[in-house]
């Protein structure tokens, strides 16, 4: 119902603001997951290296080797751009240069129960 009457939201959790944000800032926010056909060591520490990218998170695949991707919130709030930044190309170009046997590259865009639960769970700051 939030996502259909409002266009900003505040996010309380235990009493504190979590969030505070124009609703299309935080659903803009997105994940990118790639999927490697073999597990490559050393996959995550290269993608933590990249400019843009705050965690690598290995995630369960039947295809090879999982990984979530969040990038790094931009200056949304401040330039009333997209808080996010398409990091798939740049992955892309990083996989091509390793030789990573590329099965799928993907956005994967976060519902507001998403960004939610993830505030609930975490210690993260979405402000």
């Known amino acids: 119902e939030v996502e259909a009457v409002c266009n900003r939201v505040i996010i309380l959790i235990n009493g504190e603001i979590r969030a505070d944000a124009h609703l299309a800032d935080l659903e803009a926010i997105t994940d990118v997951i790639l999927i490697l056909g073999e597990h490559v060591a050393g996959v995550a520490d290269e993608l933590r290296r990249m400019e ?3 965690t690598v998170e ?10 979530r991707i969040k990038a790094t919130a931009g200056p949304a709030a401040a330039t009333g751009e997209s808080a996010s930044l398409d ?13 990573w046997p590329l099965t799928e590259l993907r956005r994967d865009a976060r519902t507001l129960e998403a960004v939610f639960n993830e505030l609930a769970t975490s210690g993260g700051d979405e402000r």
């Open 52 to 54: 843009g990218i705050h």
């Open 87 to 99: 990091l798939r190309p740049a992955i892309y170009d990083l996989a091509r240069e390793k030789g």
């Open 58 to 67: 290995n995630i369960p695949s039947t295809e090879g080797a999982g990984y």
